[in-house]
């Protein structure tokens, strides 16, 4: 061994244990921002969200679907106002709705003023198409003046043409500066009560963007990302995006937005939530990927267990799993109750030699041509050596009783010898099982772990 010189530089500071490391970054200070009876803000829980897609003219349609997003956990909606004629109805949803109704404006600025005096509880203006600044006045005068709070919402699809421009392209810094701009022209006409969202339909941009603002700002954050997609790629882009600036400790209110039934919104926001450790609202499922190992209807069961969730309290922990390896052993802290399926107890065979397999045949017909923890009946010797397998004319592997094992043919293929070691091998192995039946052919052991 060289000898090596000890370094003169001071050592490293040692890494902190895992166990007090922080799980997540500390809350972002902002400002406090009442919706209706919803806080957003300074350190209130992060709220859930999302928009009706009833037509806004039918109320009662309306309203009834309100209900139901409150029921499964909705604390803020928004609700579109595309046209005069849909004020009148608005007005009867914000009476009757049980949430704070946030009213949607583009365009037309008017808009926003009849529905602040209908009474919304907030307005979401996207500044990007309500381009002249008397009209952004009047909205943030009539919102003071009502005690309402405005939502500025900068997308990258309507970004102002001289921030595309200057920048290029709707970068996140385009989006940035697009927020501080309006932000500081609200605050310029009294209206102090305002909430921000920043979004790109790239999760990198959105991510980026809401970061580089909540270093410049103390408003507090909508996230969300726009035009996310459909219910699968809509919800992998959420999860990813508002999961990161979650646990950054940036963002104060959400809403996955989803080509689908807003219920699904719902449900995806309160999941990111539960996953950030930021919402234990519901039981937890822990339950394993499944694999060759596995020997009951998993799948099934899990989506037995998840449908029923409001019949167990909270802070359980289901752990259901189909396989031996994790059927029985938890890494997690203790929990309240930790439902587990019992493996079935092993049966003991009697072997009629010491490296001699069962003469009965085996319980699973897939134990073969997969790694199930049953093939040590009938594929290992009691040290936990494979054993050889013997093949007949036909191909089918037989045990020392004569019995054939079921495989398939593209199994007993791919389970031929390939080279000499292999063939050294197995024959190695054949001697030691102490088989007397002249030319035989050995074939691969196929149980061996991790085949």
Same mark, same amino acid.
């Given at each position: 061994?060289?000898?090596?010189r000890?370094?003169?530089?001071?050592p490293?500071?040692?890494?902190?244990?895992?166990?007090?490391?922080?799980?997540t970054?500390?809350?972002?200070?902002?400002?406090?921002?009442r919706?209706?009876t919803?806080?957003v803000?300074a350190?209130?829980?992060?709220?859930?969200?999302?928009?009706t897609?009833?037509?806004?003219?039918?109320?009662?349609?309306?309203?009834?679907?309100?209900?139901?997003?409150?029921?499964?956990?909705?604390?803020i909606?928004?609700?579109?106002?595309?046209?005069r004629?849909?004020v009148?109805?608005?007005?009867?949803?914000?009476?009757?709705?049980?949430?704070?109704?946030?009213?949607?404006?583009h365009?037309?600025?008017?808009?926003?003023?009849?529905?602040?005096?209908?009474?919304?509880?907030?307005v979401?203006v996207?500044?990007?198409?309500?381009?002249?600044?008397?009209?952004?006045r009047?909205?943030?005068?009539?919102?003071?003046a009502?005690?309402?709070?405005?939502?500025?919402?900068?997308?990258?699809?309507?970004?102002?043409?001289?921030?595309?421009?200057?920048?290029?392209?709707?970068t996140?810094?385009?989006?940035?500066?697009?927020?501080?701009?309006?932000?500081?022209?609200?605050?310029?006409?009294?209206c102090?009560?305002?909430?921000?969202?920043l979004?790109?339909?790239?999760?990198?941009?959105?991510?980026?963007?809401?970061r580089?603002?909540?270093?410049?700002?103390d408003?507090?954050?909508?996230?969300g990302?726009?035009?996310a997609?459909t219910?699968?790629?809509?919800?992998?882009?959420?999860a990813?995006a508002?999961?990161a600036l979650?646990?950054?400790?940036?963002?104060?209110?959400?809403?996955? #937005?989803? +080509? !689908? =039934?807003p &219920?699904?919104?719902?449900?995806?926001?309160i999941g990111?939530?539960e996953? @950030?450790?930021? $919402?234990p609202?519901?039981?937890?499922i822990?339950?394993c990927?499944?694999c060759?190992?596995?020997?009951?209807?998993l799948?099934?069961?899990?989506a037995a267990v998840?449908?029923?969730?409001?019949?167990?309290?909270p802070?359980?922990?289901?752990r259901?799993?189909?396989?031996?390896s994790w059927?029985a #052993?938890? +890494? !997690? =802290?203790a &929990?309240?109750?930790?439902?587990?399926?019992?493996w079935?107890?092993?049966? @003991?065979?009697? $072997?009629?030699?010491?490296?001699?397999?069962?003469?009965?045949?085996?319980?699973s017909?897939r134990?073969?041509?997969?790694?199930?923890?049953?093939c040590?009946?009938?594929?290992?010797?009691?040290?936990g050596?494979?054993?050889?397998?013997?093949?007949d004319?036909?191909g089918r592997?037989r045990?020392?009783?004569?019995r !054939?094992?079921? &495989?398939?043919a593209a199994?007993?293929r791919a389970?031929?010898?390939s080279s000499?070691?292999?063939s050294?091998?197995?024959a190695?192995a054949?001697?030691?099982?102490?088989?007397?039946?002249?030319?035989?052919t050995?074939?691969?052991?196929?149980?061996r772990?991790?085949?």
């Amino acid at each position: 061994m060289r000898n090596v010189r000890p370094s003169s530089d001071p050592p490293l500071p040692a890494a902190p244990a895992a166990a007090d490391a922080p799980l997540t970054a500390p809350r972002r200070p902002t400002r406090a921002v009442r919706v209706g009876t919803v806080q957003v803000g300074a350190g209130a829980p992060v709220s859930v969200q999302s928009m009706t897609c009833t037509p806004t003219r039918d109320a009662a349609a309306t309203l009834t679907q309100i209900a139901e997003l409150a029921e499964l956990g909705c604390e803020i909606i928004r609700v579109a106002v595309p046209d005069r004629a849909a004020v009148a109805p608005f007005g009867r949803i914000v009476a009757g709705s049980p949430l704070p109704v946030v009213a949607d404006v583009h365009f037309d600025y008017r808009l926003a003023l009849a529905a602040l005096d209908a009474g919304a509880a907030c307005v979401r203006v996207n500044p990007g198409n309500i381009a002249r600044r008397e009209h952004l006045r009047a909205i943030a005068r009539r919102a003071a003046a009502c005690g309402a709070p405005v939502r500025i919402g900068v997308n990258s699809g309507s970004l102002e043409k001289d921030l595309l421009e200057r920048h290029g392209a709707p970068t996140p810094a385009a989006l940035v500066e697009s927020a501080l701009r309006h932000c500081r022209f609200f605050e310029d006409e009294g209206c102090a009560a305002l909430k921000v969202s920043l979004k790109s339909s790239r999760v990198a941009a959105t991510v980026a963007a809401c970061r580089l603002f909540a270093g410049q700002s103390d408003l507090p954050l909508h996230l969300g990302v726009t035009e996310a997609g459909t219910l699968r790629s809509g919800i992998v882009k959420s999860a990813v995006a508002l999961g990161a600036l979650l646990l950054d400790g940036i963002g104060d209110t959400l809403r996955v #937005s989803l +080509t !689908a =039934p807003p &219920r699904e919104e719902i449900l995806a926001g309160i999941g990111i939530l539960e996953a @950030a450790g930021l $919402r234990p609202a519901r039981p937890e499922i822990v339950s394993c990927p499944t694999c060759g190992r596995t020997q009951i209807d998993l799948v099934g069961l899990v989506a037995a267990v998840e449908a029923e969730p409001a019949s167990r309290p909270p802070g359980v922990s289901s752990r259901p799993c189909g396989s031996r390896s994790w059927g029985a #052993s938890s +890494t !997690a =802290p203790a &929990r309240r109750a930790r439902p587990t399926l019992a493996w079935p107890a092993a049966r @003991a065979r009697p $072997r009629s030699s010491g490296t001699a397999r069962s003469s009965a045949p085996c319980p699973s017909p897939r134990c073969c041509v997969s790694s199930s923890p049953n093939c040590t009946a009938c594929c290992r010797d009691p040290g936990g050596r494979p054993a050889p397998r013997v093949a007949d004319g036909g191909g089918r592997g037989r045990d020392r009783g004569g019995r !054939a094992y079921p &495989r398939p043919a593209a199994v007993r293929r791919a389970s031929l010898l390939s080279s000499r070691s292999q063939s050294t091998e197995l024959a190695t192995a054949a001697q030691r099982s102490q088989s007397a039946a002249p030319r035989l052919t050995v074939e691969k052991a196929c149980c061996r772990k991790g085949t």
